[in-house]
C-alpha cells in the first residue's frame, strides 16, 4: 500500500483514485484541493497531469466523457496508467479531452506541465525546451517554452558549440 502521509505531510493527491473522486466527481477545484490536504494547488496540478486526470482550465470546462473513457481510459483492460515513452523518451499522457492532444488522445506530459504552470494552452507554433536536455525530466523548473523557430535555432547552436568544444579537445 502506498504510503499516505511522509514527513506528517498529507500525500492523498498522490493516489489517482483518492484525487479523481476530488476534482472529478466532487467538481473541486485544485485550490480546494490543495487547502484541504496542505499543498500548493500548483502541486495538485501537476498530480493532475501525473495521474493524467483532464484539467479544466480557466472557464473551459472538459467534462470527461464515460463512454470515451470506458473505451481508451481506465476501465479498458489495455489501460496502463495513461502514459506512455515514446522511443525517444518523452513521456506522453491520455487526455483526450485536451484540445492539444494527438488523434490517438495523447499530449507530451512536458506541454502539460507548461500550461499547468502558465495557466493556458500552448499555441501550436509554440514548443517546449528541456534546459537541462533530458527529455523526460518535465519538472516545471526545467521547462521554457520556445516559438518553434527560435527553438531550431537554439538546438542547432547547441550542436555547433558542441562540436567546437570537441575539436578544441582534439589532441
Ligand atoms: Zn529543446
Known amino acids: 500500500m502506498a504510503a499516505t502521509k511522509f514527513l506528517g505531510k498529507d500525500l492523498r493527491y498522490r493516489n489517482r483514485d483518492w484525487l479523481y473522486a476530488r476534482y472529478i466527481d466532487e467538481q473541486m477545484t485544485t485550490q480546494e484541493i490543495g487547502r484541504l490536504i496542505g499543498a500548493g494547488h500548483s502541486t495538485i496540478g501537476e498530480w493532475l497531469i501525473i495521474h493524467g486526470i483532464p484539467r479544466r482550465l480557466g472557464k473551459a470546462v472538459y467534462a470527461t466523457d464515460r463512454s470515451r473513457e470506458k473505451r481508451f481510459g481506465k476501465r ?22 485536451h484540445p492539444g492532444s494527438w488523434v490517438t488522445g495523447y499530449v507530451a506530459r512536458a506541454r502539460l506541465m507548461m500550461e499547468n504552470k502558465l495557466g493556458r494552452y500552448l499555441r501550436n507554433n509554440e514548443d517546449v525546451h528541456h534546459i537541462n536536455h533530458i527529455v523526460d525530466d518535465d519538472d516545471p523548473e526545467n521547462l521554457m517554452v520556445l516559438s518553434r523557430s527560435k527553438h531550431s535555432s537554439l538546438h542547432a547552436k547547441e550542436r555547433s558549440a558542441r562540436r567546437s568544444v570537441q575539436l578544441s579537445c582534439q589532441p
Not at 86 to 97: A, E, K, L, S
Open 76 to 97: 479498458n483492460p489495455h489501460w496502463r496508467g495513461g502514459e506512455y515513452r515514446n522511443g525517444d523518451g518523452r513521456v506522453y499522457i491520455f487526455q483526450p479531452d
